[in-house]
Protein backbone atom coordinates (compact mmCIF):
# COMPACT_ATOMS: atom_id res chain seq x y z
CA UNK A 1 0.00 0.00 0.00
CA UNK A 2 1.17 3.60 -0.75
CA UNK A 3 1.00 4.80 2.45
CA UNK A 4 1.14 8.72 3.52
CA UNK A 5 4.13 9.35 5.86
CA UNK A 6 2.48 11.41 8.47
CA UNK A 7 4.49 13.88 10.68
CA UNK A 8 2.94 15.37 13.56
CA UNK A 9 3.52 18.93 15.14
CA UNK A 10 1.99 19.39 18.84
CA UNK A 11 1.26 16.34 21.10
CA UNK A 12 -0.90 18.09 23.23
CA UNK A 13 -4.55 17.16 24.27
CA UNK A 14 -6.30 17.30 20.91
CA UNK A 15 -3.34 16.45 19.13
CA UNK A 16 -2.93 12.89 20.90
CA UNK A 17 -6.57 11.88 21.67
CA UNK A 18 -8.25 13.62 18.29
CA UNK A 19 -5.68 12.87 15.90
CA UNK A 20 -2.47 10.86 16.16
CA UNK A 21 -4.67 8.26 17.76
CA UNK A 22 -6.48 8.27 14.68
CA UNK A 23 -3.52 8.55 11.90
CA UNK A 24 -1.89 5.62 13.85
CA UNK A 25 -5.33 3.24 13.47
CA UNK A 26 -4.84 3.82 9.94
CA UNK A 27 -3.68 1.41 7.51
CA UNK A 28 -2.42 4.15 5.05
CA UNK A 29 -0.30 6.03 7.23
CA UNK A 30 2.81 5.64 8.30
CA UNK A 31 3.62 7.72 11.18
CA UNK A 32 7.23 9.21 10.80
CA UNK A 33 8.12 12.10 13.12
CA UNK A 34 6.75 14.01 15.80
CA UNK A 35 7.27 17.85 16.73
CA UNK A 36 7.35 18.67 19.94
CA UNK A 37 9.38 20.98 22.14
CA UNK A 38 8.88 19.13 25.77
CA UNK A 39 11.02 16.05 25.10
CA UNK A 40 9.66 13.49 27.42
CA UNK A 41 6.18 14.25 26.11
CA UNK A 42 7.65 13.90 22.60
CA UNK A 43 8.97 10.19 23.58
CA UNK A 44 6.35 8.94 25.54
CA UNK A 45 3.43 9.90 22.58
CA UNK A 46 5.97 8.66 19.69
CA UNK A 47 6.61 5.60 21.85
CA UNK A 48 2.96 4.86 22.69
CA UNK A 49 1.64 5.62 19.04
CA UNK A 50 4.91 3.98 17.41
CA UNK A 51 6.00 7.23 15.72
CA UNK A 52 9.81 6.14 14.78
CA UNK A 53 11.54 9.65 16.32
CA UNK A 54 11.00 12.80 17.19
CA UNK A 55 12.17 16.16 16.48
CA UNK A 56 12.43 19.58 18.62
CA UNK A 57 10.95 22.01 16.72
CA UNK A 58 8.61 22.16 13.34
CA UNK A 59 11.27 23.64 11.52
CA UNK A 60 13.50 20.24 11.87
CA UNK A 61 10.06 18.51 10.75
CA UNK A 62 10.01 20.48 7.97
CA UNK A 63 13.26 19.96 6.46
CA UNK A 64 12.57 16.13 7.02
CA UNK A 65 12.84 14.43 3.29
CA UNK A 66 10.60 11.44 4.47
CA UNK A 67 7.35 13.40 5.87
CA UNK A 68 5.07 13.88 3.23
CA UNK A 69 1.79 15.69 5.19
CA UNK A 70 1.30 16.94 8.42
CA UNK A 71 -1.02 17.62 10.86
CA UNK A 72 -0.41 20.46 13.07
CA UNK A 73 -2.46 20.94 15.98
CA UNK A 74 -1.49 23.95 17.54
CA UNK A 75 -2.34 26.75 20.15
CA UNK A 76 -3.83 29.51 17.88
CA UNK A 77 -1.37 32.12 17.65
CA UNK A 78 1.07 29.61 16.23
CA UNK A 79 -0.85 27.98 13.61
CA UNK A 80 -0.40 30.77 10.97
CA UNK A 81 3.66 31.07 10.89
CA UNK A 82 4.00 27.22 11.41
CA UNK A 83 1.65 26.48 8.39
CA UNK A 84 3.50 28.72 6.34
CA UNK A 85 6.77 26.82 7.15
CA UNK A 86 5.38 23.75 6.64
CA UNK A 87 3.40 24.66 3.44
CA UNK A 88 7.25 26.55 2.01
CA UNK A 89 8.78 23.05 2.81
CA UNK A 90 6.55 21.49 0.14
CA UNK A 91 4.15 19.50 3.33
CA UNK A 92 0.33 19.21 2.44
CA UNK A 93 -1.42 20.33 5.89
CA UNK A 94 -4.12 19.73 8.30
CA UNK A 95 -4.68 21.84 11.08
CA UNK A 96 -7.38 22.47 13.52
CA UNK A 97 -9.64 25.13 12.92
CA UNK A 98 -8.97 28.32 13.10
CA UNK A 99 -6.24 28.27 10.71
CA UNK A 100 -5.85 31.91 12.16
CA UNK A 101 -7.32 35.37 13.78
CA UNK A 102 -7.08 37.50 10.57
CA UNK A 103 -9.68 36.71 6.87
CA UNK A 104 -6.52 38.52 5.28
CA UNK A 105 -3.29 35.76 6.79
CA UNK A 106 -5.80 33.13 6.16
CA UNK A 107 -6.48 34.20 2.54
CA UNK A 108 -2.11 34.12 2.20
CA UNK A 109 -2.17 31.06 3.53
CA UNK A 110 -4.81 29.14 1.37
CA UNK A 111 -3.50 31.22 -2.00
CA UNK A 112 0.21 29.77 -0.84
CA UNK A 113 -1.31 25.89 -0.70
CA UNK A 114 -2.95 27.05 -4.09
CA UNK A 115 0.41 27.98 -5.79
CA UNK A 116 2.08 24.78 -4.09
CA UNK A 117 0.09 22.47 -5.34
CA UNK A 118 -0.65 21.06 -1.79
CA UNK A 119 -3.39 19.80 -0.10
CA UNK A 120 -4.41 21.86 3.26
CA UNK A 121 -7.17 21.26 5.28
CA UNK A 122 -8.60 23.07 8.17
CA UNK A 123 -10.57 20.46 10.72
CA UNK A 124 -13.75 21.26 10.24
CA UNK A 125 -14.49 17.63 11.39
CA UNK A 126 -18.61 17.69 11.31
CA UNK A 127 -18.44 17.66 7.50
CA UNK A 128 -17.34 14.31 8.06
CA UNK A 129 -19.83 12.77 10.66
CA UNK A 130 -21.76 10.02 8.93
CA UNK A 131 -25.29 11.75 10.43
CA UNK A 132 -24.25 15.30 8.65
CA UNK A 133 -23.67 13.38 5.49
CA UNK A 134 -27.05 11.79 5.61
CA UNK A 135 -28.52 14.82 6.33
CA UNK A 136 -27.07 16.40 3.52
CA UNK A 137 -28.34 13.79 0.95
CA UNK A 138 -31.99 14.17 2.77
CA UNK A 139 -32.00 18.13 1.90
CA UNK A 140 -30.53 17.69 -1.70
CA UNK A 141 -33.36 15.19 -2.45
CA UNK A 142 -35.53 17.83 -0.74
CA UNK A 143 -34.85 20.34 -2.64
CA UNK A 144 -34.96 18.86 -5.84
CA UNK A 145 -38.22 16.94 -5.12
CA UNK A 146 -39.56 20.14 -3.89
CA UNK A 147 -42.35 17.73 -2.09
CA UNK A 148 -41.99 20.31 1.24
CA UNK A 149 -41.54 23.07 -0.58
CA UNK A 150 -39.57 25.68 -0.77
CA UNK A 151 -36.44 26.45 2.26
CA UNK A 152 -37.60 29.51 4.18
CA UNK A 153 -35.80 29.80 7.25
CA UNK A 154 -32.15 28.05 9.07
CA UNK A 155 -31.93 27.82 13.00
CA UNK A 156 -28.27 27.50 13.96
CA UNK A 157 -27.34 27.03 17.71
CA UNK A 158 -24.41 26.04 19.72
CA UNK A 159 -24.45 26.12 23.70
CA UNK A 160 -21.83 23.71 24.61
CA UNK A 161 -22.24 21.52 27.76
CA UNK A 162 -20.04 18.41 27.98
CA UNK A 163 -17.75 17.68 25.07
CA UNK A 164 -15.35 14.92 26.38
CA UNK A 165 -17.49 12.30 27.22
CA UNK A 166 -15.74 10.59 29.08
CA UNK A 167 -12.69 10.03 27.05
CA UNK A 168 -9.29 8.65 28.38
CA UNK A 169 -6.78 11.58 29.16
CA UNK A 170 -4.12 12.38 27.12
CA UNK A 171 -0.57 11.63 27.72
CA UNK A 172 1.03 13.95 30.17
CA UNK A 173 4.27 15.06 32.14
CA UNK A 174 6.02 17.83 34.51
CA UNK A 175 7.95 19.74 31.53
CA UNK A 176 6.80 23.27 31.54
CA UNK A 177 4.61 24.85 29.10
CA UNK A 178 7.38 25.66 25.93
CA UNK A 179 8.71 29.21 25.90
CA UNK A 180 6.37 31.62 23.58
CA UNK A 181 3.37 29.41 23.92
CA UNK A 182 0.63 31.65 25.59
CA UNK A 183 -2.43 30.65 26.65
CA UNK A 184 -3.81 34.33 25.36
CA UNK A 185 -5.45 33.98 22.13
CA UNK A 186 -4.83 36.76 19.68
CA UNK A 187 -7.14 39.46 18.19
CA UNK A 188 -6.85 41.53 15.31
CA UNK A 189 -6.22 45.04 16.21
CA UNK A 190 -9.21 46.25 15.43
CA UNK A 191 -11.59 44.33 17.39
CA UNK A 192 -11.76 46.10 21.21
CA UNK A 193 -10.37 43.98 23.62
CA UNK A 194 -13.74 43.79 25.42
CA UNK A 195 -14.82 42.08 22.58
CA UNK A 196 -11.61 39.49 22.39
CA UNK A 197 -12.95 36.64 23.99
CA UNK A 198 -16.51 36.85 21.88
CA UNK A 199 -14.34 36.98 18.53
CA UNK A 200 -12.15 34.24 19.89
CA UNK A 201 -15.56 32.07 21.05
CA UNK A 202 -17.03 32.49 17.28
CA UNK A 203 -13.60 31.46 15.84
CA UNK A 204 -12.96 28.32 17.97
CA UNK A 205 -16.40 26.63 19.37
CA UNK A 206 -19.19 28.68 17.17
CA UNK A 207 -17.46 28.55 13.78
CA UNK A 208 -18.03 24.56 13.75
CA UNK A 209 -21.46 25.18 13.25
CA UNK A 210 -21.45 28.04 11.22
CA UNK A 211 -19.04 26.30 8.79
CA UNK A 212 -22.16 23.58 9.01
CA UNK A 213 -24.59 25.56 7.78
CA UNK A 214 -21.99 26.50 4.83
CA UNK A 215 -21.68 22.82 3.87
CA UNK A 216 -25.73 21.83 4.08
CA UNK A 217 -27.13 24.93 2.15
CA UNK A 218 -24.04 27.29 0.74
CA UNK A 219 -22.74 30.96 1.73
CA UNK A 220 -24.69 33.66 3.46
CA UNK A 221 -24.35 36.67 4.88
CA UNK A 222 -24.95 38.74 8.30
CA UNK A 223 -26.67 41.39 9.07
CA UNK A 224 -27.89 42.42 12.29
CA UNK A 225 -26.30 41.24 15.52
CA UNK A 226 -27.36 41.32 19.37
CA UNK A 227 -25.01 41.04 22.07
CA UNK A 228 -24.32 42.15 25.52
CA UNK A 229 -21.86 41.04 27.81
CA UNK A 230 -22.06 37.41 29.54
CA UNK A 231 -25.13 36.76 27.08
CA UNK A 232 -25.26 34.63 23.91
CA UNK A 233 -24.64 36.32 20.83
CA UNK A 234 -27.78 36.63 18.46
CA UNK A 235 -27.24 37.01 14.61
CA UNK A 236 -29.53 37.28 11.90
CA UNK A 237 -28.34 37.35 8.07
CA UNK A 238 -29.83 35.72 4.65
CA UNK A 239 -28.39 32.74 2.88
CA UNK A 240 -27.80 32.71 -0.89
CA UNK A 241 -30.66 29.93 -1.69
CA UNK A 242 -32.72 32.97 -0.10
CA UNK A 243 -33.46 31.23 2.95
CA UNK A 244 -33.68 33.80 6.47
CA UNK A 245 -31.02 32.53 8.46
CA UNK A 246 -30.60 33.00 12.96
CA UNK A 247 -27.35 32.26 15.01
CA UNK A 248 -27.63 31.56 18.75
CA UNK A 249 -24.22 31.29 19.95
CA UNK A 250 -23.04 31.18 23.86
CA UNK A 251 -22.06 29.05 26.81
CA UNK A 252 -25.34 27.74 29.07
CA UNK A 253 -25.16 25.23 31.36
CA UNK A 254 -26.50 22.22 29.77
CA UNK A 255 -25.94 18.23 30.74
CA UNK A 256 -25.35 16.95 27.49
CA UNK A 257 -24.34 18.73 24.11
CA UNK A 258 -26.17 21.38 22.74
CA UNK A 259 -25.63 22.00 19.52
CA UNK A 260 -27.73 21.84 15.91
CA UNK A 261 -29.22 23.23 12.47
CA UNK A 262 -33.07 22.97 11.82
CA UNK A 263 -34.13 23.79 8.16
CA UNK A 264 -37.49 24.84 7.97
CA UNK A 265 -39.34 24.34 4.51
CA UNK A 266 -42.94 25.56 3.63
CA UNK A 267 -44.51 22.05 4.90
CA UNK A 268 -41.52 20.38 6.95
CA UNK A 269 -38.04 20.71 9.00
CA UNK A 270 -34.95 18.59 9.04
CA UNK A 271 -33.07 18.75 12.42
CA UNK A 272 -29.28 17.59 12.47
CA UNK A 273 -27.78 17.45 16.70
CA UNK A 274 -23.87 16.67 16.32
CA UNK A 275 -22.84 14.63 18.96
CA UNK A 276 -20.16 15.69 21.49
CA UNK A 277 -16.71 16.63 19.83
CA UNK A 278 -15.07 13.52 21.38
CA UNK A 279 -17.75 11.04 21.96
CA UNK A 280 -16.53 8.28 19.50
CA UNK A 281 -18.95 5.69 17.59
CA UNK A 282 -21.25 8.73 17.64
CA UNK A 283 -22.94 10.31 14.65
CA UNK A 284 -25.26 13.16 14.07
CA UNK A 285 -29.17 12.39 15.00
CA UNK A 286 -31.28 13.54 11.80
CA UNK A 287 -35.31 14.07 11.97
CA UNK A 288 -37.50 14.89 9.47
CA UNK A 289 -40.79 16.26 9.95
CA UNK A 290 -43.10 16.16 7.33
CA UNK A 291 -46.24 18.12 7.70
CA UNK A 292 -49.09 18.68 5.29
CA UNK A 293 -52.17 15.77 5.28
CA UNK A 294 -50.65 12.92 5.83
CA UNK A 295 -47.84 14.05 8.79
CA UNK A 296 -45.22 12.24 9.90
CA UNK A 297 -41.93 11.72 11.44
CA UNK A 298 -38.57 10.10 10.13
CA UNK A 299 -35.63 9.38 12.15
CA UNK A 300 -33.39 7.78 9.70
CA UNK A 301 -29.76 6.06 11.41
CA UNK A 302 -26.58 7.03 10.22
CA UNK A 303 -23.58 3.68 10.00
CA UNK A 304 -21.74 4.73 13.33
CA UNK A 305 -18.49 6.27 13.18
CA UNK A 306 -16.45 9.05 14.48
CA UNK A 307 -15.91 12.13 12.56
CA UNK A 308 -12.21 12.71 13.70
CA UNK A 309 -11.67 9.35 12.36
CA UNK A 310 -13.33 9.34 8.97
CA UNK A 311 -11.56 13.53 9.00
CA UNK A 312 -7.97 11.86 9.17
CA UNK A 313 -9.13 8.83 6.95
CA UNK A 314 -10.46 11.47 3.91
CA UNK A 315 -6.79 13.63 4.72
CA UNK A 316 -4.90 10.78 3.64
CA UNK A 317 -7.39 9.85 0.60
CA UNK A 318 -6.99 13.74 -0.36
CA UNK A 319 -2.85 13.82 -0.23
CA UNK A 320 -3.10 10.92 -2.57
CA UNK A 321 -5.35 12.54 -5.05
CA UNK A 322 -8.52 10.13 -4.62
CA UNK A 323 -10.64 12.49 -2.86
CA UNK A 324 -11.66 16.06 -2.93
CA UNK A 325 -10.91 17.54 0.41
CA UNK A 326 -13.94 18.70 2.39
CA UNK A 327 -12.48 21.70 4.09
CA UNK A 328 -9.69 22.94 2.02
CA UNK A 329 -8.43 26.34 3.31
CA UNK A 330 -9.92 28.59 0.32
CA UNK A 331 -13.01 27.54 1.82
CA UNK A 332 -12.24 28.05 5.66
CA UNK A 333 -11.44 31.89 4.83
CA UNK A 334 -14.85 32.21 4.79
CA UNK A 335 -15.54 31.06 8.46
CA UNK A 336 -12.83 33.91 9.71
CA UNK A 337 -15.00 36.26 7.13
CA UNK A 338 -18.02 35.47 9.00
CA UNK A 339 -16.79 35.63 12.46
CA UNK A 340 -15.25 39.41 11.89
CA UNK A 341 -18.39 40.10 10.22
CA UNK A 342 -20.41 39.57 13.68
CA UNK A 343 -18.40 41.08 15.62
CA UNK A 344 -18.12 44.26 13.23
CA UNK A 345 -21.83 43.84 13.59
CA UNK A 346 -21.73 44.19 17.53
CA UNK A 347 -19.65 47.17 17.10
CA UNK A 348 -22.68 48.77 14.96
CA UNK A 349 -24.92 48.23 17.08
CA UNK A 350 -23.35 49.55 20.39
CA UNK A 351 -21.70 52.37 18.51
CA UNK A 352 -25.58 53.47 16.89
CA UNK A 353 -26.65 53.25 20.78
Known amino acids: MNRVRMGFVGAGYMGQLAHIANYAALDGAELVALAEPRSKLAQEVASCHGIERVCHDHRELANDPEVEAVAAILPQRLVSPVVRDLLDAGK ?38 PGVRLARRMLEGLLESERLGGLQFARVWCFGGEWKYGIE ?161 SDAVRDVQLAEQAVRLVMDTRNAG
Not at 101 to 122: F, K
Not at 211 to 226: H, K, S
Request: charged share 25%.
Open 92 to 129: HVITEKPMGVSSEECAELAALAEERGLVYQVGYMKRHD
Open 169 to 329: PPITTDEPVPDGVSPARPSPQWIPQDLHGLFNRILNVDSHVTNLLRFLIGDYDLEVAAWREGRPLVVQGWAECGASCVFELGHLPAPRWHEGVELFFAEGTLRIEPPPPLRRQAVARVVLHEMGERPRVIEPAAAPGWAFADQARHFLASVRGRERPASPA
